[in-house]
C-alpha cells in the first residue's frame, strides 16, 4: 500500500513537476529547430548580398562585352584599362584572333593559342546557345570549366555586323577581378556590419576580404558559390558573433532559463510535499496523541471509580484499609489532575497565552520541597531516588509552578520508561554561569536519531519494547523546553539505547543579584 506522503509526492510530481519537465524537453528539442531557423535567416542574408555581388559581376561583364561590340573599338586600350582581363579572344568560323595583355614569346603564344582552340571546339554547344541567345536579343555570359594557367574563362557572344556572330572568350585573372572589380561593391554591402570573404574552393584559402586589418577574429561558416565563378565562394558572417555563436549564446541562455524554472519548480514541489508530509505526520501524531490521552485518563479514573465505589457500599470495614483505599483514590486523582494541567499548558503554550510568574528561589529547596510530596507515588511504583543537592547552589529567578511542573514530567518520563532497574538520581551541580539539575535513570535510554526529536510535540520514543507498552501523550517534553525557553535555560539530554537516560535543566544564575 502507497503510504499518504508519497503518494501525494507522485499526485504533486504528475500534476506540478511532470508537465515543466515535459515542456522543458520540448523546448530543448525545439532549440535545433530554432537554430536552423537563425541558420536560414544568415543564409537568406548571404544569397541576398551574394545575388547583388553577382550581379554586379555580371554587369561588369556585360560593359565589357558591350564596349566589344562598338564599332572601332580599342581591344589594347580595354586590357589596358581593366587589370583583370589577361586576354581576350575572338572567334568565328574562318578567324581565331587572340590579344594578350603583355607581350609574350611566339611560342607561349601558340601554345595558349591551341589551348584556347580546344576549350573552343569542347564547347563548341555552349558557344552556339550564347549565339543563340544573342540573336533572340539577350546576351549571355557563361563560365568555361577549364583551367588555363590558373586563369577563369568567361564566354558570351557578340554581333560582327547585322548577319555574323562571333564568340568572345575573356581570359580573366579571377582574384584580381574579385579584390578590383568586385571589392568596391562588397565594402559598400558589408559597412560595418559584416565581415565579407572570397574564396578559393581549392584549399579554402581566402583570396579577398572587407576587413584587412581587424582585432576580431573571424570565423566565417555560412558560405556560396559565386554565378560565374563556380570554383570561388562568397562568405559572410556578422561582426562581433558569428551565427555557431549566436546560436550558442541563445541555446545556453534557454537552456540555463529552463533549468532555473525546473529547478525552481522542483523546489517549490518539494516544499508543498515536505510541508504536506509534516501536516500528516502532525494529524498522526494529534490521532496518537488524543488516544494516548484517552487511555491515560481512562486508567485514573477507573481505579478512583473502582475504589470510591468500593467505600460507597461499605464493603471496607477496616479503617487501616479504608486509608489505604482514600491514598489511592488521591493519587490517582492528583495524577488526572497533573495530566489534565499538561493538557491545558501546552493549549496555552500552543495558543501563546501562557504566562510565567518569576519570582527568587532556590532550585535545591524546590526539588526538596516537591519529593516530598511527590516521594509517596514513587515508593508505591517501587522506585528508589537517590539525591545529590548542592547546598551551595546560589538562587535562581523562576517561575515555581512551572519549574515543579518541568520536573515532575521528567520524573514521570524516568519512572514510564524504567524496566527492570528501578533507580532514579537527582542532582545538583555548577556548570558555568547555570545552575542545573540532573534526572537520571537505568530506562530503555534513546537511541541517537531520536535525540533531536524528543522535545517535540506529540513524539513518543518509538524504540525498545517497552517504548510500545509505555502510554503518554507526547507533549511533555515539549512543554519542558519551552518552560526552559521562558527561563533563559536550556534542556539538555544524554541517553544510550539500552543503558538510561539523563535530562538536565540548567537555569541562568546572572539574572540574580
Same mark, same amino acid.
Not at 584572333?97 to 607581350?103: C, M, T, V
Not at 487511555?295 to 477507573?302: D, K, N, Q, V
Not at 518509538?462 to 512543554?479: E, N, P, R
Given at each position: ?141 557563361? $563560365? ?23 564568340? #568572345? ?24 556590419? $559584416?565581415?565579407?570573404?572570397? $574564396? ?46 549566436? *546560436? ?6 534557454? *537552456? ?177 554561569? $547555570? ?18 526529536? #524528543? ?59
Amino acid at each position: 500500500m502507497i503510504k499518504p506522503g508519497l503518494k501525494i509526492g507522485l499526485i504533486l510530481s504528475a500534476i506540478l513537476v511532470l508537465p515543466s519537465l515535459f515542456f522543458s524537453a520540448y523546448e530543448i528539442g525545439n532549440l535545433n529547430q530554432n537554430e536552423q531557423v537563425i541558420d536560414s535567416i544568415y543564409l537568406s542574408q548571404l544569397e541576398s548580398i551574394l545575388f547583388s555581388v553577382n550581379q554586379y559581376s555580371n554587369d561588369v561583364l556585360s560593359g565589357w562585352a558591350n564596349q566589344l561590340e562598338k564599332e572601332g573599338a580599342n581591344l589594347e586600350e580595354i586590357l589596358e584599362k581593366n587589370y583583370s582581363i589577361d586576354a581576350i579572344c575572338l572567334v568565328d568560323s574562318n578567324n581565331f584572333q587572340l590579344f594578350p595583355k603583355e607581350k609574350i614569346p611566339d611560342d607561349s603564344l601558340k601554345i595558349l593559342g591551341n589551348k584556347l582552340d580546344e576549350v573552343y571546339q569542347d564547347n563548341l554547344t555552349k558557344l552556339e546557345s550564347l549565339q543563340r541567345y544573342l540573336k533572340s536579343g539577350y546576351q549571355k555570359i557563361e $563560365f568555361i570549366d577549364c583551367d588555363i594557367y590558373g586563369k577563369s574563362i568567361c564566354a558570351f557572344a557578340s554581333l560582327i555586323d547585322s548577319s555574323k556572330v562571333r564568340s #568572345v572568350f575573356l581570359l580573366l585573372n579571377t582574384n584580381k577581378f574579385i579584390s578590383e572589380n568586385l571589392g568596391p561593391k562588397i565594402q559598400g554591402i558589408a559597412q560595418d556590419r $559584416f565581415f565579407i570573404s572570397a $574564396f578559393k574552393k581549392d584549399g579554402n584559402k581566402e583570396i579577398y576580404s572587407n576587413v584587412v586589418h581587424e582585432d576580431e577574429e573571424k570565423n566565417i561558416q555560412q558560405k556560396k558559390d559565386f554565378w560565374l565563378f563556380p570554383d570561388y565562394q562568397l562568405g559572410i558572417q556578422m561582426k562581433g558573433n558569428t551565427v555557431e555563436d549566436l *546560436v550558442r549564446k541563445r541555446t545556453r541562455t534557454n *537552456v540555463i532559463l529552463l533549468l532555473i524554472m525546473d529547478v525552481i519548480l522542483l523546489l517549490a514541489a518539494w516544499f508543498v510535499y515536505r510541508n504536506i508530509r509534516q501536516q500528516i505526520r502532525l494529524t498522526q501524531l494529534k490521532s496518537d496523541f488524543i488516544s494516548n490521552v484517552s487511555h491515560e485518563i481512562r486508567t485514573p479514573l477507573a481505579l478512583i471509580n473502582m475504589y470510591s465505589e468500593t467505600l460507597e457500599m461499605g464493603r471496607i470495614s477496616n479503617e487501616e484499609k479504608k486509608h489505604e483505599y482514600y491514598k489511592v483514590i488521591n493519587t490517582e486523582a492528583n495524577r488526572l489532575s497533573r495530566m489534565v494541567n499538561n493538557i491545558l499548558n501546552f493549549n496555552k503554550i500552543e495558543s501563546g497565552r501562557r504566562e510565567y510568574h518569576f519570582t527568587k528561589g532556590n532550585l535545591k529547596e524546590e526539588v526538596e520541597s516537591l519529593l516530598e510530596n511527590y516521594r509517596q507515588h514513587l515508593d508505591k511504583k517501587g522506585f528508589q531516588i537517590d539525591m545529590f543537592l548542592d547546598a551551595n547552589l546560589p538562587d535562581i529567578k523562576m517561575d515555581k509552578e512551572a519549574v515543579s511542573e518541568a520536573i515532575i514530567n521528567l520524573i514521570d518520563n524516568a519512572m514510564k520508561y524504567s524496566n527492570n532497574i528501578k533507580y532514579i538520581r537527582i542532582e545538583t551541580e555548577m556548570k558555568e554561569t $547555570f545552575a542545573c539539575l540532573k534526572i537520571t535513570d537505568h530506562g530503555i535510554g534513546i537511541a541517537s536519531a531520536d535525540l533531536s526529536l #524528543v522535545f517535540d510535540k506529540f513524539f513518543r520514543v518509538s524504540s525498545g519494547d517497552l517504548a510500545y507498552k509505555a502510554k503518554g501523550s507526547g507533549i511533555g517534553l515539549s512543554i519542558v523546553k519551552h518552560i526552559m525557553d521562558a527561563h533563559n535555560g536550556k534542556v539538555e539530554v544524554e541517553s544510550k539505547l539500552g543503558e538510561g537516560s539523563c535530562f538536565s535543566l540548567c537555569f541562568p544564575i546572572h539574572q540574580i543579584k
